[in-house]
């Protein structure tokens, strides 16, 4: 075998390991340790160097129909795994509302032991209003054994695939000059969250 006498050997230990998961020769005697400073790290975030990870956050796709099959779903993932499960806080914002808007919602997400990512997923609720498209914007807040990452929020779109129709009734009626005014009743196919104003046109008949 090839002489270590006098070399200088480096161990690294992965996150979640100690002395008992490394293999070494049982006739190595290790009589000097030193700290060497200047090694450069995968990154601050990463197991390996010992500090805790860096959470972030995603999202796929980025609209979705509110009447569609199709959902948001929020990725939050760690820059590394760790040996026991994370908790990371979920912070919630946007002009969609959570219960009335879409279902899903929530303030946390764990992400299992030896992983690195949960998700979220934002199911938009069917209606029939016609309203101005919602947006949903989850966030990732300070906690315990993550640090907030980049990036730190993600924003997707619910989009309105409602429409209105406007409609007369009667659409004629003839009366004579002495009766009491015509009235005609104007009504929407589908409400409308805004409110709709609309112009009349009259054109005097002979």
């Known amino acids: 075998p090839v002489s ?14 100690d002395s008992s998961t490394v293999n ?17 790290c995968p990154g601050p975030g990463n197991g390996q160097c010992g500090g805790t990870p860096l959470a972030s956050i995603v999202v796929a796709p980025l609209s979705a129909l509110e009447d569609g099959a199709s959902n948001l779903v929020y990725t939050v993932g760690l820059s590394s795994s760790v040996p026991t499960a994370r908790t990371v806080n979920i912070t919630t914002g ?3 509302s959570d219960g009335s808007d879409y279902t899903g919602g929530v303030s946390s997400v764990t992400i299992p032991a030896n992983t690195t990512s949960a ?15 919602e947006t949903v914007i989850l966030g990732i807040s300070a906690g315990t054994g ?4 980049t990036p730190d929020s993600a924003t997707a779109t619910i989009t309105n695939d409602d429409s209105a129709t406007v409609q ?18 104007v009504t929407l196919s589908n409400p409308v969250a805004s409110g709709v104003s609309l112009t009349i046109n009259s054109t005097v008949g002979t």
């Open 4 to 17: 270590l006498n006098g070399q200088n050997i480096r161990i690294r230990f992965r996150a979640g390991w």
């Open 24 to 40: 070494t020769n049982p006739n190595w005697r290790i009589d000097d340790v030193q700290l060497q400073a200047g090694v450069t």
């Open 94 to 96: 946007g002009t969609a």
């Open 119 to 133: 998700t979220i997923t934002i199911d938009p609720t069917a209606d029939s209003v016609v309203e101005a498209n």
């Open 146 to 149: 993550y640090t907030v990452g």
């Open 168 to 185: 007369f009734a009667p659409i004629s009626v003839s009366q004579s000059e002495a009766a009491s005014p015509l009235a005609f009743t």
